[in-house]
T-cell receptor, first 108, second 118 residues
Framework: RKEVEQDPGPFNVPEGATVAFNCTYS??????FFWYRQDCRKEPKLLMS???SGNEDGRFTAQLNRASQYISLLIRDSKLSDSATYLC?????????FGAGTRLTVKP | GAVVSQHPSRVICKSGTSVKIECRSL??????MFWYRQFPKKSLMLMAT?????????EQGVEKDKFLINHASLTLSTLTVTSAHPEDSSFYIC??????????????FGPGTRLTVL
């Protein structure tokens, strides 16, 4: 079983749609969690950290469920510029493990 | 945020040659740098953790004699792919951890180096 699993997609949605990504992790000792965004042929860039209490940054909401070892990312009012691959990242003792990513395409 | 650079951004080489990739932290000191590899449509895979002034720690399955890592200063780590073969063609990305005043798990990524071995 992979340490971090994501639905690879692709998710093709119209502008303005709400889309949700899920991620599960296998190591219950994982300490911190992130969502990164990666554009084609570019490096990953931190989108947001994920906390148990849930956190929101504009149109983006991240949620963590430690009991279920589950992380989510919700994007509201999708923009064309949101098209990218979204990587779920799990950290334990400064060892970061990446999911394979979920590809999102937002269409006009 | 902190800036990490990589050089070269792209390299094409013949099979059997060696390729050196540089990773630099431009505005902070990085005692720890990480080297990742990413194949098309796959996740980033950690290859090794590079610590300034000491030997790198390699992940299982990564040949330390093939992927030579040197972290001679607080702002520079290099990855040398020795005797490269076509199966080494990949996107190599480094990241650096800034220990000063930020959460210890904050990593900043370089722009990546695309290696193509013919």
């Amino acid at each position: 079983r992979k340490e971090v699993e994501q639905d690879p997609g692709p998710f093709n949605v119209p502008e303005g749609a709400t889309v949700a990504f899920n991620c599960t992790y296998s190591n219950s000792a994982s300490q911190s969690f992130f969502w990164y965004r990666q554009d084609c042929r570019k490096e990953p860039k931190l989108l947001m950290s994920v906390y148990s209490s849930g956190n929101e940054d504009g149109r983006f909401t991240a949620q963590l469920n430690r009991a279920s070892q589950y992380i989510s990312l919700l994007i509201r009012d999708s923009k064309l510029s949101d098209s990218a691959t979204y990587l779920c990242v799990v950290n334990r003792n400064n060892d970061m493990r990446f999911g394979a990513g979920t590809r999102l395409t937002v269409k006009p | 945020g902190a800036v990490v650079s990589q050089h070269p951004s792209r390299v094409i080489c013949k099979s059997g040659t060696s390729v050196k990739i540089e990773c630099r932290s431009l505005d902070f000191q990085a005692t720890t740098m990480f080297w990742y590899r990413q194949f098309p449509k796959k996740s980033l895979m950690l290859m090794a953790t590079s610590n300034e002034g000491s030997k790198a720690t390699y992940e299982q399955g990564v040949e330390k004699d093939k992927f030579l890592i040197n972290h001679a200063s607080l702002t520079l780590s290099t990855l040398t792919v020795t005797s490269a073969h076509p199966e080494d063609s990949s996107f190599y990305i480094c990241s650096a951890r800034d220990h000063a005043g930020v959460p210890t798990d904050t990593q900043y990524f370089g722009p990546g180096t695309r290696l193509t071995v013919l």
